[in-house]
């Protein structure tokens, strides 16, 4: 059997279940994916489909799915993601393809879990491109990049004058992405009281800029993503549970790499040639047993992008196609046993921040403040209780009082 599949303007030719041998490269043409795109939907649609095993049939509504999307994206050159197909053939992977297909349909919220690594952000481009509202903007905006105390207003823009430094109006990304799809990629690290406000976009559709009274309505829907237990952080107070309840109409677990085992060379061969590719070299990378061997036997903890990562480092460092060494650790000490680095008089600055406090209620997060504080003086006058309480401008009984109430809580 032959596979088809496309990476931009270029066919990529692949015989065999495992998707790996005697691929080729067809000349670049403008026409090639619409013409494509044609003769596999009346493929897919043809009774000839029916009569083939399952997993084929299943990789060939992906690659329906992923001609669809390559016809749409040119319209559509403001996405701040990068969109390209989904790339697997294990049974995990195409079931998780088919739920997301599933969910892209209905115009609700959708909530991505999964380990780093794992392509989330692909996924949320894949829901919105395969959803009705393809046409419109897809806008993204990371969490965990941001100073808490600016993502309201990357949200929700702000009016001139709401702070100092405000000198004119600025759209937030709500604005940007109405009538399209908002990405809120590691959405567990949003402050408890801007969740408020999304809940009330979400709910109503309406939301005020920073500074200003006025209600504006958007038509946006939101796809969030996170690594971290939003269930735990709800019992914690940190995440609101009306927030997590609305944004997870539908929650897809992306599939770690580890459960993925037939997608390792599959995708290894992938990235293998874009490297070679991006390198200026015409003969395509090969590996030879024992690199497969180690790469299929990797549990992978950085899913995806790791393996990306190990095989260009490995294309890079061959002289030849022939791929034989596969580095895993870059920072592995190559000159045998003895001293690495120095260490030992090494300490890390401590962050002089204290924003993930704002996300608390008051009380609580006053207490950890305090907790916080305590336990860096402790650490720095090597416990001496004296001088901590000196350098936190504290009594002495003052702060052994302080250090009876919390020592059980302190590090």
């Known amino acids: 059997m032959v596979f088809i599949r496309l990476r931009q303007n270029t066919l990529w030719l692949a015989t065999g279940m495992n998707g790996v041998a005697n691929r080729a490269v067809a000349q670049r043409a403008p026409v090639l994916r619409s013409s494509l795109l ?4 009346r493929r897919v649609a043809s009774a000839q489909f029916r009569l083939i095993p399952r997993r084929l049939r299943r990789g060939a509504s992906l690659l329906r799915e992923d ?3 390559m016809e749409k994206q040119p319209l559509n050159t403001a996405t701040p993601l990068k969109t390209t197909e989904a790339l697997g053939q294990s049974d995990i992977f195409l079931d998780f393809q088919e739920r997301l297909a599933r969910a892209a349909a209905i115009e609700r ?3 991505i879990l999964g380990e780093r690594g794992t392509g989330k952000e692909l996924a949320a481009s894949r829901l919105h491109f395969l959803s009705t509202r393809w046409q419109g903007p897809l806008v993204a905006l990371n969490c965990a990049a941001l100073n808490p105390s600016l993502i309201e207003s990357e949200l929700f ?7 100092t430094g405000a000198d004119q109006r600025r759209t937030g990304r709500f604005e940007a ?3 399209g799809t908002l990405f809120l990629d590691e959405i567990g690290n949003i402050p408890v009281e801007v969740q408020e406000k999304i809940l009330r976009v979400v709910e109503y559709g309406t939301f005020e800029r920073v500074g200003s009274p006025a209600g504006i309505e958007v038509d946006v829907r939101i796809i969030a993503a996170t690594n971290a237990d939003l269930m735990e952080l709800t019992s914690r107070g940190r995440f609101k549970q009306d927030l997590l309840d609305r944004i997870s109409f539908e929650v897809l677990f992306v599939p770690p790499l580890r459960e993925r085992k037939e997608d390792i060379m599959l995708l290894a061969d992938h990235f293998a040639a874009r490297m070679s590719f991006e390198l200026g070299r015409e003969e395509i990378p090969w590996f030879t047993r024992e690199a497969v061997e180690a790469l299929e036997n990797h549990t ?3 899913n995806v992008r790791e393996l990306k990562n190990v095989v260009e480092r490995a294309v890079y460092r061959s002289q030849s196609a ?3 060494e596969i580095v895993f650790d870059p920072f592995s000490y190559p000159f045998g046993v003895g001293k690495k680095v120095e260490t030992e008089d090494y300490r890390p600055e401590a962050p002089s921040s204290f924003d993930d406090l704002m996300g608390k209620p008051l009380p609580e997060a006053l207490k950890e403040l305090k907790i916080r504080l305590m336990s860096r003086a402790l650490k720095e006058t090597k416990y001496n209780q004296r001088n901590a309480a000196k350098r936190l401008g504290l009594t002495y009984h003052q702060f052994r009082g302080l250090y009876r109430k919390f020592h059980k809580e302190m590090k």
């Open 322 to 324: 022939r791929i034989s």
């Open 177 to 179: 992405a109405d009538s």
């Open 109 to 111: 919220p959708v909530l």
């Open 67 to 69: 001609c669809m999307i």
């Open 38 to 41: 044609r003769r596999m939907e």
């Open 157 to 163: 823009g702000y009016e001139k004058g709401a702070f």
């Open 300 to 302: 992978w903890p950085g």
